[in-house]
């Protein structure tokens, strides 16, 4: 059987045993292994946001209006006055202004005191083209709410998109037209554009972090330098004696390594010196589309103690003028040897940009109720309470086995393998088995209370001629209704069926037919949990593992999207939709080996350390496969730091935080 | 022959009586006090036997030690009090012998200045006096008007004794400075702690009429500036008196404050904006008339700049005892979208004596950042202040304060900082002028704050957290690699900190800074990384730029030994002319990490407060730093930190 093949057939049987399963817990409330709803994904939108922000107390301004006979804060206002027709102004090029093209409106913030409510007078906003000629201008009246007492006013000016020319200037000044008096202080300006809130959807983070060690000259330009020598790591660096100037180079568009504008770029170098006072230069620079340099950055050696015959590290970070940068400029960074003294240098880091900011909209949890103690939660919006789940000892090591005997393969679980749980075989225990079906071999296993450890119960060759099979789809429930798990097994193709039960110690057909007289339900397809609400909790890509977690008798359902991230979440049903009861996490793992930090990781639930909890087996691995998307493994990779494993969690005491 | 003289002498005291002279002829030649002393003569009279502390320890002549008393010391220290001394005041005693053939009147005055923090009489160049030793520390007898005492000494061949009595008060010269509204707030002008030496001037008639009035009286100035009496006498145009001897005393009084700890915490309304939850005052801690009089310390609440708002991952966790690991911090870092952060500000108490406890009975003080829960999310700082401001000193304290690193060296983000602050108070409170482009007006302005000549804010610190050294500035900033929240890639968000950080993981970061708010007078001021030498040792001092407030000196030092062990010692040695911070296991083991002197930096001569505290930092000020604040979680528990000794000397 070719790997296509069997990775489909694997498919099915998750896919099959998940609808199946879902359907079992709507109907009878037995736990199923996974599956998925619809709900339609966020989309980003677009916010008003301040562009640029300008504060003037009046305090040190050099304008004629400034004035210290009155001033809301501080010792100055600005005075319109009966001497005095214009007051303080603002003025810029529309070129100065951050994302100016997105400008769409100008807030004026001020507190003014008069003599008279109506003071006639107005503020101005007035857009003149390059040449210095006017084409827009606009006046609003400047108003006190109170006579002789200072008070607050806003203006609000619009920007039409036909004037966001970067030439344009923009001014905004006070206008006593009628030339009574009236004190300006404390004015705010506020430029409003609109900017994009990115939420859960956005891209994925491009890698902006690049390290050379000149092992292989990939990326590099100017390589003639580079040669086995003297070296901080490997074999190869950039050999700089004999008078040469220039080491190799990192020549990048800007659009190449970020779709957003670079503020900020990051190197790093090692030099080994061979005479005395080196004076080796990083340099980081921006060329446009004419071959002119916008920017040019560089961090010597000159000035610190760089010691002879060893290595030294040469950090620096330099702010790129983003105004100045088109997507299409070229970031060069460059290794010179402005001393021409002989060194040698290695080992060149370049991390382009700043961390990439959190996914999601900003927050709108008022900062004061938090802080006052008045906060109050709302349904389904974080942030949520953390419920723990506590690692069970299942005498297993750690390791990726199910049971303490690594020998047996089938206990080997991983997150490729399918399985089933279920009351399969009822002894005097009462507790679930779990089922795992690999592609080679089947086995069962339950949890023996006596000796703490799962024990492999059955097991079998998965040979083709048996019913464990790749054609075949498995589910697991009470098809009989005789109050024993039941495997349903169905033929992918022709749809003929057969109920397994388990009799301690083979499995044997109960019944069986063709799809003629199949029962449609066992095989419907699983309905979206359909109370008002389930479009705000569920999405389409989470897999439900629906059980008694507290130990009580109203199941919750726990959901799983690794979509972004390990996202686990239990979720109660009521009468009027479902609430988040909170965020899942894991206690008790050995070192930092939280489940959630693997890449692969697959859960399957049932009772498998107690008749009325419901626990999870946790498969826990990484995976060394080049684009790997989270679905299936071809390599899995133990990392020291994050150890394969299998691993046994339920909820203590529902503990949270 | 002795009663004859006996008679003569009373009837000169009478007829020219000055209280408080006590001429005790029955014991001229005597020596009954052991006192061995050089005798010194001037052609008119000779002196001998002088003895500034008579009722002071007495078995100890050469040195002296005594403990400001703060019980009742809101109105400032006085040395002695009634209670160390049951006159409230030193005694001292000399005496005198008639070199001249006719009974003679002379006339004595006492002056005693800090030693230990003073400015030198004499002006290393020109020779002549300093002028910076107006602000020595030195006094006379409370009653400024009260000038030289007179003395009638027969002409007999005989020592004479002579008794009076003086005490170390503050505002010693009665500066107007200090006084407001009529009141002479001695307070705001404490009397220092160290070694004070003792100068007793005696002089004939016609020489004291050429001692200048402003020497006289310590009040009075020459020129619009005090001018030092020692330096007169001793290096002056007083040293040219012919009938003039100045016996500056060999034995010194050592001055030692060490507030008791267990003597209760004060709480101030204006701290609290008079809002506070009383619920937790106690007979320690709290605003009892007993406490007001008699506290040491008071609760310090931080001032919270709105600059650490922050959006916060929505974590409480104890990363020291739940082994919080580096992978946690990545994980938290990449993987909580905005919405769920949770908006906050660095917190201060609003329940005063909640988080600070004075034990009486281990005399000693317990501060703890509160735990906090789902849905109160709080970082709380905590800490205490001293309430009797002084100027310079030697200020220790015996700490164990919270340990900063886990077991995988994550820091929890709180700051362990040991600090002087102005006692503020404007112009009674002022620095020294700076006579270069002056001092940035305020503290927390930006580069634009206007620069004024005067300013009474001063910070001395000691700032221990997880932050990188800014020297040698080729390996700053470091080179952090940008995560990606990839969560099938470990590698692409788990990213591994730069070698610069991790070669020193276990180490927290003692930052050293004088705030000078960037006056440009020192002859060495400079900005970025500057060496200054100091017995051996370089140290990197670092300001951002010219108009940057504050130089700072990083050590690092490891978490364990600091925090880690039953407790430590830090010292900030404030001198006027320069501030060596040092830290030990013990006060005989304590070793240099940081100094700077009056040639990089204005050291401040106002008076300061002393503060300890745990606070949480915007990360923003510490640039480099691998941690960052809003990527810590809540604490989950108590976060205890215990004060045992503070002695300043």
């Known amino acids: 059987m070719n790997d296509q093949k069997k990775r489909f057939i694997v498919f099915s049987i998750i896919v099959f045993s998940g609808f199946t399963g879902a359907f079992l817990f709507l109907k009878k409330n037995v736990p199923i292994a996974e599956t998925t709803v619809a709900t339609e994904q966020p989309q980003d939108t677009l916010v008003t946001v301040s562009l640029l922000t300008e504060y003037f107390d ?48 100008i807030s004026l913030a001020f507190q003014c005191i008069t003599e008279n409510m109506d003071t006639s007078a107005l503020y101005v906003f007035a857009i003149n083209d390059k040449t210095g000629k006017n084409i827009y201008w606009n006046g609003v009246p400047i108003l006190s709410k109170k006579k002789d007492t200072w008070s607050n006013d806003t203006i609000h000016f619009e920007i039409k998109p036909e004037f966001l020319i970067p030439e344009n200037s923009l001014t905004l000044y006070a206008w006593n037209r009628n030339k009574k008096i009236v004190f300006i202080d404390d004015l705010t300006v506020n430029y409003y554009g609109m900017a994009e809130a990115k939420t859960t959807s956005q891209k994925e983070a491009t890698n902006t972090n690049f390290f050379f060690d000149f092992e292989t000259t990939t990326g ?49 170098i090692w030099v080994y010196p061979l005479t005395d006072h080196p004076n080796t230069v990083i340099t980081a620079s921006v060329t446009n589309s004419k071959n002119e340099t916008v920017f040019w950055g560089g961090k010597s050696s000159e000035n610190n103690h760089f010691p002879k015959n060893q290595w030294s590290k040469i950090n620096a970070a330099f702010i790129l003028p983003i105004e100045k940068i088109t997507p299409e400029d070229l970031l060069t960074v460059n290794i010179w040897n402005k001393g021409k003294s002989d060194v040698i240098v290695d080992d060149l880091e370049i991390v382009y940009g700043e961390s990439a900011e959190r996914r999601g909209a900003p927050s709108t949890l008022d900062a004061n109720a938090i802080y006052e103690k008045h906060f109050i939660t709302e349904r389904n919006k974080p942030p949520f309470k953390t419920i723990w789940l506590q690692k069970q000892e299942i005498k297993n090591e750690n390791s990726t086995s199910i049971v303490s005997d690594k020998k047996s393969e089938t206990a080997d679980f991983s997150p490729n393998d399918s399985f089933l749980t279920g009351n399969f075989d009822k002894d005097k225990s009462n507790l679930d088995e779990v089922l795992c079906i690999k592609s080679n071999r089947v086995g069962m296993f339950r949890y023996s209370q006596e000796k703490k450890e799962f024990l492999n ?46 009799d301690g110690k083979k499995w044997s057909v109960k019944s069986k037919g063709d799809k003629n007289n199949l029962n449609k339900s066992w095989v419907s397809k699983f309905e979206t949990p359909s109370l008002g609400n389930s479009k705000d909790v569920f999405k389409s890509s989470d897999f439900l593992f629906p059980g008694n977690y507290f130990g009580e008798r109203s199941p919750e359902i726990l959901k799983l999207n690794t979509d972004w991230r390990f996202d686990l979440k239990l979720v109660e049903q009521e009468k009027d939709g479902y609430t988040i009861l909170g965020n899942v996490d894991f206690k008790g793992y050995p070192n930092d080996n939280n489940p959630k930090y693997y890449e692969f990781v697959k859960i399957v639930c049932g009772k498998f350390l107690s008749s009325n909890k419901t626990s999870l087996i946790v498969m826990m691995r990484n995976c060394a496969d080049n684009n790997f998307k989270g679905t299936r493994c071809n390599l899995f990779e133990s990392l020291p730091e994050l150890p394969n494993s299998t691993q046994v969690y339920s909820i203590e005491g529902g503990s949270t935080n | 022959m002795i009663k004859k003289e006996t008679h003569r002498l009373w009837a000169c005291i009478l007829n020219r009586a000055y209280v408080l002279v006590i001429i005790l002829p029955f014991f001229f030649s005597c020596n009954n006090n052991a006192i061995t002393s050089e005798k010194l003569s001037c052609s008119d009279f000779s002196i ?3 003895n500034p502390l008579s009722n002071w320890q007495k078995d100890s002549m050469e040195s002296k030690t005594i403990f400001i008393d703060y019980n009742n010391a809101n109105s400032g220290f006085i040395i002695p009090t009634s209670k160390q001394i049951q006159e409230g005041s030193f005694a001292f005693q000399f005496e005198i012998k008639n070199n001249t053939s006719s009974t003679q009147n002379f006339y004595y005055k006492i002056y005693y200045q800090n030693e230990s923090y003073k400015f ?66 001695r307070w705001q002008r404490n009397p220092r702690v160290g070694n004070y030496s003792f100068l007793l001037i005696v002089v004939s008639e016609n020489n004291l009429k050429t001692i200048p009035t402003y020497i006289q009286n310590i009040n009075q100035k020459n020129n619009g500036h005090f001018s030092n009496p020692y330096y007169y006498y001793l290096n002056g145009d007083g040293k040219l008196l012919q009938n003039m001897i100045a016996y500056k005393s060999a034995s010194l009084l050592k001055v030692t404050a060490q507030p008791n700890l267990g003597g209760g915490i004060y709480v101030d309304d204006a701290r609290f904006n008079g809002e506070e939850d009383k619920s937790y005052f106690c007979a320690t801690c709290g605003q009892d008339s007993n406490l007001y009089k008699n506290a040491p310390i008071q609760q310090f609440i931080n001032y919270v700049d709105i600059s650490t708002k922050m959006d916060n991952i929505p974590v409480v966790a104890d990363i020291l005892k739940d082994n919080y690991s580096k992978m946690d911090y990545n994980w938290n870092k990449s993987f909580y979208s905005k919405d769920e952060l949770i908006p906050t500000i660095i917190q201060t108490s609003k329940r005063p004596c909640e988080t600070v406890v004075s034990d009486p009975k281990e005399k000693k003080i317990i501060i703890k950042n509160p735990k906090t829960q789902y849905g109160e999310w709080k970082k709380e700082s905590v800490g205490i202040i ?13 700490v164990k304060l919270t340990e900063l690193l886990n077991k995988n060296n994550v820091w929890n983000g709180l700051t362990n900082a040991i600090w002087l602050i102005t006692q503020g108070g404007g112009e009674w409170n002022y620095r020294r002028t700076c006579n270069k482009e002056g001092y940035m007006a305020t503290y927390w302005g930006g580069h634009d704050d206007k620069r004024i000549p005067l300013v009474d804010y001063s910070e001395i610190d000691f700032e221990i ?35 610069e950080i991790t070669n020193t993981d276990a180490n927290v970061t003692v930052a050293c800074t004088n705030w000078d708010m960037a006056c440009w007078e020192p002859k060495n001021f400079g900005i970025g990384c500057n060496p200054i030498e100091y017995k051996g040792q370089t140290f990197e001092a670092h300001r951002w730029d010219e108009a940057y407030r504050a130089l700072t000196e990083k050590k690092e030092e490891t978490d364990d030994e600091l925090f880690g062990s039953k407790f430590y010692y830090f010292e900030i040695d404030w001198k006027p002319t320069e501030i060596i911070w040092r830290i030990g296991a013990s006060p005989d083991k304590m070793r240099v990490v940081g100094y700077m002197n009056d040639k990089v930096t204005s050291i401040p001569n106002n008076q300061m407060l002393l503060i300890i505290t745990q606070e949480y930092h915007n990360t923003k000020w510490w640039p480099g730093a691998p941690y960052s604040q809003d990527n810590l979680p809540f604490p989950l528990n108590d976060i205890p930190g215990e004060i045992y000794d503070l002695t300043i000397e």
């Open chain 2, 120 to 185: 030198d009489e004499i002006d290393a160049l020109t020779k002549r006096e300093n002028p910076l030793a107006e602000e020595n520390f030195y006094g006379s007898w409370e009653n400024t008007a009260t000038t030289f005492k007179k003395i009638c000494v027969p002409s007999d061949n005989s020592f004479h004794k002579t008794n009076d009595i003086f005490r170390i008060i503050g505002n010693p010269r009665n500066d107007e400075r200090y006084i407001q509204n009529g009141v002479n707030n």
């Open chain 2, 48 to 50: 001998q036997n002088f």
């Open chain 1, 457 to 502: 119960i059955w097991e079998s060759l998965n040979r083709t001629d048996s019913i464990w099979n790749e054609i075949n789809s498995f589910s697991s429930g009470d098809f009989n209704n005789d109050g024993k798990s039941d495997v349903l097994v169905l033929n992918k193709k022709n749809q003929a069926w057969s109920v397994i039960e388990f």
């Open chain 1, 220 to 268: 590099l330009n100017g390589i003639e330098t580079i040669k086995e020598t003297t070296a901080h790591s490997g074999k190869f660096a950039c050999d700089l004696t004999g008078n040469k100037e220039y080491g190799p180079s990192v020549i990048k568009k800007i659009k190449d390594v970020s779709a957003e504008p670079i503020k900020k770029i990051k190197l790093s």
């Open chain 1, 58 to 105: 009046f305090e040190s301004s050099g304008n004629a209006s400034i004035t210290s006979e009155k001033a809301f804060s501080g010792k100055k206002s600005s005075k319109l006055s009966p001497n005095l027709e214009y007051g303080f102004g603002v003025n810029h090029l529309l070129s100065d202004i951050p994302s100016y093209k997105n400008l769409t409106s």
């Open chain 2, 386 to 398: 001293t309430r009797h401001g002084l100027t310079y000193g030697k200020y220790r304290v015996k």
């Open chain 2, 465 to 499: 957290l997880k932050t990188p050294p800014y020297c040698p500035d080729n390996v700053f900033p470091p080179v952090f690699k940008n995560p990606i929240d990839n969560n099938k890639n470990v590698a692409s968000w788990n990213v591994a900190l730069p070698q």
